[in-house]
């Protein structure tokens, strides 16, 4: 992501296909907000609780969406 991509202050939200460990959305979270963005949601259309990627964001203040989740066995 180039450095002036965003403005200090804008309002993103994060869009994704899915949401599994969180380890690629919590990246793009801590890199938006280091350029100075508020990060008010991630939004994904299917989550794998079980990996537990969702409670990861979640904990770092940033509500979830999706549309679906698919349960592990």
């Given amino acids: 992501m180039h450095a002036d ?7 993103v939200v994060l869009v994704d296909d899915l949401i599994a460990t969180g380890g690629t ?9 280091q ?13 794998l609780p079980e990996l ?10 940033v509500p979830v969406r999706t549309l679906m989740a698919f349960d592990g066995h």
């Fill in 5 to 11: 991509a965003l403005v200090k202050g804008e309002r």
């Fill in 25 to 33: 959305a919590e990246a793009a979270v801590k890199l938006l907000r």
């Fill in 35 to 47: 350029l100075g963005a508020e990060v008010l949601a991630a939004c994904f259309v299917i989550d």
């Fill in 52 to 61: 537990g990627g969702a409670k990861k964001l979640r904990a770092m203040d």
